[in-house]
Antibody, heavy 120, light 106 residues
Framework: EVVLVESGGNVVRQGGSLRLSCAAS????????LSWVRQVPGKGLEWVSG????????ASAESVKGRFTISRDNAKNSLYLQMNSLRTEDTAFYFC??????????????WGQGTMVTVS | DIQLTQSPSTLSASVGDRVSITCRAS??????LAWYQHKPGKAPKLLIY???SLQGGVPARFSGSGSGTEFTLTISSLRPDDFATYYC?????????FGGGTKVEI
């Protein structure tokens, strides 16, 4: 069974930093790309950042470029999102999602349940 | 970025109804469109990819159609478990976008 579990969400001050993690199990981790998607409570989904199977290709939304960095550790079956210079508008649930292939441009076939980041 | 516009934003329906949700893209995305179901506190669930391909394990009452700039998600006979918010997503670029969502409510 594919399982994605996010962690690291917390309350942080504006300008602060936070690192989110996503622990994966139940599939061959290095065969798939991964993404972070966020949702402001009561609002819609917004793609944040994506990474291919080996970390050699990444992409981020303009709203987080230069502040957020996506990375992965295939030896630990883990995905990360380093979030710096946090703003109040970054307050959201952050979901980890598996891409249907090894790249960046495909649908997301499995998602975690999310971790909440609050910037005050 | 490609903009996706979903309509309606809210849909009131009853169990057994046939319902359709539309997603319009600001430019052609050929068939690079997915549909997701999302319930509060749960992980979003992939229903349809490549505009009309049913994801494994998803009931056949869900179907997708369209290409280019106009797409439709249809639920042939609404079940109680289907009351949720539905999102379309374009993934033909390295900057995927989501529609604003359609809440299907009783």
């Amino acid at each position: 069974e594919v399982v994605l579990v996010e962690s690291g969400g917390n309350v942080v001050r504006q300008g602060g930093s936070l690192r989110l993690s996503c622990a994966a199990s139940g599939f061959s981790f290095d065969d798939y790309g991964l993404s972070w998607v966020r949702q402001v409570p009561g609002k819609g989904l917004e793609w944040v950042s994506g990474i291919n199977w080996n970390g050699g290709s990444t992409a981020s939304a303009e709203s987080v470029k230069g502040r957020f960095t996506i990375s992965r550790d295939n030896a630990k079956n883990s995905l990360y999102l380093q979030m710096n210079s946090l703003r109040t508008e970054d307050t959201a649930f952050y979901f980890c999602a598996r891409v249907r292939n090894s790249g960046l441009s495909e649908a997301y076939d499995f998602w975690g349940q999310g971790t909440m980041v609050t910037v005050s | 970025d490609i903009q996706l516009t979903q309509s309606p934003s809210t849909l009131s329906a009853s169990v057994g109804d046939r319902v359709s949700i539309t997603c319009r893209a600001s430019q052609s995305i050929t068939s690079w469109l997915a549909w997701y179901q999302h319930k509060p506190g749960k992980a979003p669930k992939l229903l349809i990819y490549k505009a009309s391909s049913l994801q494994g394990g998803v009931p056949a009452r869900f179907s997708g159609s369209g290409s280019g700039t106009e797409f439709t998600l249809t639920i042939s006979s609404l079940r109680p478990d289907d009351f949720a918010t539905y999102y379309c997503q374009n993934y033909n670029t390295y900057s995927p976008t989501f529609g604003g969502g359609t809440k299907v409510e009783i």
